[in-house]
């Protein structure tokens, strides 16, 4: 039987590369459906290539002009937010790519989840966003939940079994475990003199030195709030204490990231920067299969170094870190103020530097309080953008 798949944001960097490594296996694989939000062009160009039985625009009028596009091909097109939904949670689907960029892919991917299915989750803003109620949901929907964030993923590969199913609810310490060990390069201002950071245009904030990604991500990489949301998202995947997780600046992005056991051992996940290796793995487990990325070549490598992030130079990281073990509402106010500020800024609308202060401002503006549901989370989310809407606007 082929593993039936649907890949929400397939029109985006995560997307294309599952693309990529499922168009390589297609005695193995099958696409049921693709989504994306407005670009129909794209998802033209991707429908009559890999031939869906569903395409869903999030975008109405897109889904129109997908339509027309489309023509005689036999795909049914849908629009909206339900209809992302449906495609994660229908009957036929064996694993879901949750790929949607930002607090866009909650409720799709929730869908997901509460069907039960495989979920390849590199959409991390919705686990930074729902945290407890998200892991509690796969745990009580029997759904396999697999990272694919690259960090995630190699530690996921470096931990024993017992801890890798079901994920989140194993004590890392009885697992024999020390700590997490997250690396990240720093992004392409790690070396910058402080005092230019502010003037850093968009363009240069998006030209990440090792790995080729959306423009949200490769800001967040910038700021290393990227960093700081994947911080959050390791504390569920793998249900850390505050101690027993870590941030280390790895320029190379050779070792994706490591596992410290009790016993001195280290173990850690080494490759290209290439998401097929991740995807491949999200989509074969238990099973290796050839995702198209060549393997290292150790005699041309050059040397691996390791260093501390710098908090003058990445404000964005502590915030995060600070927000985790706060609780859910700064999580998730974190996580809005930030797609705003993102946004702002790719539009040129304020400084590079601006982000973390909207961040930071959002922040201390809002109260602490419970937030049990998703609904109750959604709310909460609209009103940190709203509140991160107005520090903006002091700039413009
Ligand atoms: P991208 O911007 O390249 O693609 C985003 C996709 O989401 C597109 O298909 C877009 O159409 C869709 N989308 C955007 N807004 C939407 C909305 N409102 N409704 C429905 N669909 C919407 O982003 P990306 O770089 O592929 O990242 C996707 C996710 O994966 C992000 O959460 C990111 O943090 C995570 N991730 C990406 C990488 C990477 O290498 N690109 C690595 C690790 C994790
Ligand atoms: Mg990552």
């Not at 009790?262 to 998401?275: H, I, K, N, R, Y």
């Not at 487990?285 to 290292?296: C, D, H, K, Q």
Request: a negative charge; one cysteine or more; proline letters at 5%.
């Amino acid at each position: 039987m082929k593993q039936r798949i649907t890949i929400l944001g397939a029109t985006g960097s995560i997307g294309q590369n599952t693309l990529a490594v499922v168009a390589m296996q297609p005695e193995r694989f099958e696409v049921f459906a693709l989504t994306a939000n407005g670009n129909a062009e794209a998802m033209a160009e991707l429908c009559l290539k890999h031939r869906p039985e569903y395409a869903v625009m999030a975008d109405e009028q897109a889904a129109l002009a997908l339509q027309r596009k489309l023509g005689g091909i036999q795909c049914e097109v849908l629009a909206g937010e339900s209809a992302l939904a449906q495609v994660a949670a229908a009957e036929q689907v064996d694993t879901v790519m949750a790929a949607i960029v930002g607090a866009a892919g909650l409720m799709p991917t929730m869908a997901a989840v509460k069907a039960g299915k495989r979920v390849l989750l590199a959409n991390k803003e919705a686990l930074v966003m729902s945290g407890q109620i998200f892991m509690d949901a796969v745990a009580t929907h029997g759904a396999e939940l697999l990272p694919i964030d690259s960090e995630h993923n190699a530690i996921y590969q470096c931990l024993p079994k017992e801890v890798q199913q079901p994920l989140g609810h194993a004590d890392l310490a009885q697992a024999g475990i020390h700590q997490i060990l997250l690396t990240g390069s720093g992004g392409p201002f790690r070396e910058l003199p402080l005092a230019e950071l502010a003037q850093q245009t968009p363009n240069a904030a998006c030209n990440h030195p090792n790995w080729s990604m959306g423009q949200k991500i490769s800001v967040d990489s910038a700021t290393m709030l990227n960093k700081g949301l994947e911080y959050i998202e390791a504390r569920w995947l793998f249900n850390c204490k505050r101690e027993q997780l870590q941030v280390v600046v790895h320029p190379q992005s050779v070792i994706h990231s490591m596992v410290s056991y009790l016993d001195g051992s280290v173990l850690a996940q080494l490759g290209q920067p290439d998401m097929r290796t991740p995807i491949a793995y999200g989509l074969s487990y238990p099973e290796r299969i050839p995702s198209g990325v060549e393997a290292l070549d150790f005699l041309s490598l050059g040397a691996l170094t390791f260093m501390p992030a710098d908090p003058a130079r990445y404000p964005c990281l502590q915030l995060a870190i600070d927000a985790c073990w706060e609780g859910q509402w700064a999580t998730t106010a974190l996580n809005a103020a930030n797609e705003i500020a993102v946004a702002a800024f790719l539009e040129q609308r304020i400084p590079f530097t601006a982000i973390a202060h909207i961040c930071d401002s959002v922040l201390n503006q809002l109260n602490r309080r419970e937030l049990n549901t998703v609904e109750g989370l959604i709310e909460f989310d609209g009103e940190a953008r709203a509140r991160a809407r107005q520090q903006v606007e002091r700039f413009s």
